[in-house]
């Protein structure tokens, strides 16, 4: 699939909205480790992604590979359990459909969450940083190609691509439950093989705090829909060259279990506000 049609989003949202009444308000694609979000879902759908018309399967150890609808703080939303990547070798458009089909099921806001290598030397692992905004270095946008205007705009504004309002939120909500949360730019990359040393001096000096290989297609994507966004990332290991060691998935899976309940509490508080 080179181009995401409203009939490939149509058919996919038809076939999700035959299996539950619910509609949803809110998406939610949850990162590495942290999809275990969909286990507090109530009055849950659970499809696996293979049975959803059009949808990519996720390959990515940490990722479920499920779509999660019903109810959860008492706001309809759909929960993303895995995402999909461009290094899959996915195109942008299998990326972003996902967020197209919450925007014709009826959701207004999106919460992406991911996980992390720190830039800025301030951080350290385990640090929830809010997005405040983004450096798309995929080489890659989903809206390339013929405009489909009942997606959104030929040109969207990405002025806000994370709703200020929404940071404001997130920071009042963890202030209020005594969580400390960092905020910055986060840079996203084609992957998947981490940055070296130099890559990363290079981030910092385009002002980049963290890095990772995800979330700006989505965004992106959700931007265009006129979907309001946050975003949150788990920084799960300090990137190449910070520190004296090697970078591996296994570090990224373990930090993100040790912050699983401490981040499970913020988007759980959080939920109601949005």
């Not at 779509?67 to 990547?85: C, D, N, S, T, Y």
């Not at 899959?88 to 290598?117: D, F, I």
Request: glycine fraction near 10%; charged fraction near 20%; aromatic fraction near 6%.
């Amino acid at each position: 699939m080179t181009h995401a049609s409203k009939t490939m989003v149509d058919e996919a949202a038809a076939f999700i909205a035959s299996k539950s009444s619910i509609r949803p308000e809110i998406g939610l694609i949850l990162g590495s480790g942290l999809d275990v979000m969909g286990d507090r879902m109530e009055n849950a759908v659970r499809l696996p992604y293979p049975s959803i018309p059009h949808f990519p399967r996720s390959t990515v150890a940490g990722h479920a590979g499920e779509w999660v609808q019903g109810v959860l703080e008492g706001r309809p939303a759909v929960i993303m359990r895995g995402r999909f990547h461009l290094y899959e070798g996915y195109t942008p458009q299998q990326v972003a459909l996902p967020v197209r089909v919450m925007k014709a099921l009826g959701a207004r806001t999106l919460v992406v969450t991911n996980s992390a290598g720190g830039i800025n030397a301030d951080f350290r692992p385990g640090d929830l940083m809010l997005i405040a905004d983004h450096l798309n270095l995929t080489g890659r946008n989903p809206l390339v190609g013929p405009n489909e205007d009942a997606f959104g705009p030929r040109f969207p504004d990405m002025s806000e691509a994370y709703s200020r309002r929404l940071r404001r939120l997130a920071r009042e909500t963890a202030a209020s439950l005594g969580i400390s949360l960092r905020e910055g730019v986060y840079a996203g990359l084609l992957g998947p093989s981490y940055e070296t040393p130099a890559e990363i001096r290079m981030l910092r000096a385009l002002g980049a705090d963290a890095v990772g290989m995800s979330t700006v297609t989505e965004v992106i994507a959700a931007r265009h829909a006129g979907i309001e966004v946050l975003g949150i990332s788990c920084i799960s290991n300090m990137a190449a060259g910070m520190l004296d060691q090697p970078l591996s998935h296994e570090e990224v899976l373990e930090t993100s279990e040790r912050v699983k309940e401490t981040f499970l509490s913020l988007l759980l508080a959080l939920l109601p506000k949005l």
